[in-house]
């Protein structure tokens, strides 16, 4: 059984969006590149012929990827959710309280993670260490550096 996977509406839109691209373009330039190689002659010596199919095969496996997340992706209503404490789609502002360093991440699905955007993946060491804190809550997280305390000082939508 696949695990289910939470998304903003943007998120789930531009996984549509992707596997619509897949569907459409992505299946003519491959069924064209096969063509090509196909009017080359002879198949069994046409190194592009293979090479063609070897991309289609991949191609499709993407496809069937893209399918399954979809099929197991809910959309959260941010409206409805508890924002006392670090959930899904939360955006937390959290301080080592190492070196005193402040930074907010939001939390988000893996597909949609992008810590230059400063998001986060739910299953990421960080926010697993947050899910379920409260403002104020002191957390000992282990990231491959070692351990570190964070404070959780605001959490927001």
């Known amino acids: 059984m696949a695990e289910v996977s939470y998304y903003t509406k943007d998120g789930l839109e531009k996984l549509k969006e992707e596997l619509q691209q897949l569907k459409t373009t ?9 063509a090509e190689a196909r009017d080359k002659g002879d198949l069994s010596e046409n190194a592009e ?3 063609a199919k070897e991309a289609q095969g991949l191609h499709e496996g993407k496809i069937a990827k893209l399918e399954e997340v979809l099929s197991n992706a809910r959309l959260l209503d941010e409206s409805k959710l508890d924002t006392s404490k670090v959930l899904a789609l939360s955006i937390v502002k959290i301080k080592n309280l190492k070196n005193g360093a402040t930074m907010s991440y939001q939390l988000v699905s893996e597909t949609e ?8 993946s739910v299953s990421s060491p960080i926010a697993q260490g ?10 000992e997280i282990t990231v491959p550096a070692g351990k570190i305390e964070f404070e959780v000082l605001e959490i927001s939508r």
């Open 26 to 34: 992505g299946r003519a330039n491959i069924a064209k590149a096969i």
């Open 130 to 139: 947050l899910l379920g804190k409260k403002v104020g809550e002191k957390t």
């Open 49 to 51: 012929y293979d090479a």
């Open 113 to 120: 993670a992008d810590l230059k955007a400063g998001k986060i």
